[in-house]
């Protein structure tokens, strides 16, 4: 197995220098960067929808970031269901008093 290094005998194919360990992955599809980021021991993946890998360096890190943060990432906002969704609309409705759920268009309840 051959490595490449900056003594090798291949010129041309130098290597970025290796990003630390829990930093996270960008590599190029096409003409499309993607990232790879780990939140809780999983592995996440997604496309940067950028041509650009700048572009994928700041996602990564912002994905990082959130994932230290304890912020949604885009698996958890999946996994709500619509019944959570409606119940915490309705609870809102009837905590800020807002009528249009509750009242129809003659004025009765």
């Keep these: 197995m051959r490595t490449w290094t900056q003594n090798s005998k291949h010129v041309g194919h130098r290597r970025s220098p290796r990003r630390e360990r829990g930093e996270g992955r960008v590599w190029l599809v ?37 994932a230290q943060a304890g912020l949604a990432t885009p698996d958890n906002i999946r996994r709500i269901r619509y019944e959570t969704l409606r119940d915490s609309l309705l609870a809102d409705y009837r905590t800020n008093h807002r009528k249009s759920m509750f009242v129809k268009r003659d004025g009765t309840e």
């Design 30 to 66: 096409g003409k499309i960067w993607w990232v790879q980021y780990y939140v809780n021991g999983r592995q996440r993946r997604e496309s940067s929808k950028s041509t650009t890998k700048t572009v994928a360096d700041r996602l990564v890190k912002r994905r990082l970031f959130e």
